[in-house]
């Protein structure tokens, strides 16, 4: 089975540039999460989806942030414009049900590790 | 103010003996704990979780023990083994969703040959 398949893997930008992170989400999977990971504030959620519509942006640091689902298996996260704090690993993770009687364990993808000179 | 909290930031083991890391959180309302394992350049992968109506689970060499009077949750890894060599992130969430995990900061376990 194929897991999450996050793109590109690396990217590297200049300050000022959009930027555009890629998910595919396990198929069947009905809710979609992107996380941040720093070295100061560790793994932190962004966003989360459920049925390709936003359910809880609350993590989504600023207005230069936005995530988008248009369907059930693409979800993409632009930063416009980009500034070097947002340099970072951006994980995508995708899960059946939020249940935790479900035992349905979040599968997240290999990250985009993003640097923003 | 950090909620979720893993205060050894690495570990080192001799193959063959009991890894134990460790994790403690603030929130009371967490009732769902989760530990994940994470290889560089990789996402993390789901290990072994927890309800907060047990106080240990159990799989293969993975056990997790839950203190809810504590506050404190471990994960006991036994025998270790070198590819057990990774960061571990410790996990909860509350109101029995998984829907807005915190994670910790994680650990890095070193398993010696």
């Known amino acids: 089975d194929a897991g999450v398949i996050q793109s590109p893997r690396h990217e590297v930008t200049e300050m000022g540039q959009e930027v555009t992170l890629r998910c595919k989400p396990i198929?069947?999977?009905?809710?979609l999460f992107w996380y941040r990971q720093t070295m100061m504030r560790g793994l932190e959620l962004l966003i989360y989806f459920n049925n390709n519509v936003p359910i809880d942006d609350s993590g989504m640091p600023e207005d230069r942030f936005s995530a988008k689902m248009p369907n059930a298996s693409f979800s993409t996260l632009k930063i416009q414009p980009s500034e070097p704090r947002d340099s970072a690993v951006y994980f995508c993770a995708s899960t059946q049900s939020l249940s935790s009687r479900g035992n349905q364990p979040q599968h997240f993808g290999d990250g985009t590790r993003l640097s923003i000179l | 103010d950090q909620q979720v909290k893993q205060n050894s930031p690495s570990l080192s083991v001799q193959e063959g003996r009991i890894s134990i890391l460790n994790c403690d959180y603030t929130n009371s309302m967490f009732d769902y704990f989760l530990w994940y394992k994470k290889y560089p350049a990789e996402g993390p992968t789901f290990l072994i979780s927890i309800s907060s109506i047990k106080d240990k689970n159990e799989d293969g060499r993975f056990t997790v023990f839950l203190n809810k009077s504590a506050k404190h949750l471990s994960l006991h890894i036994v025998p270790s083994q070198p590819g057990d060599s990774a960061v571990y992130f410790c996990?909860?969430?509350?109101?029995?969703?998984?829907?807005?995990?915190?994670f910790g900061k994680g650990t890095k376990l070193s398993v010696k040959p």
């Open positions: 996990a909860a969430s509350a109101g029995g969703s998984q829907g807005n995990l915190i």
């Open positions: 198929s069947g999977h009905d809710y």
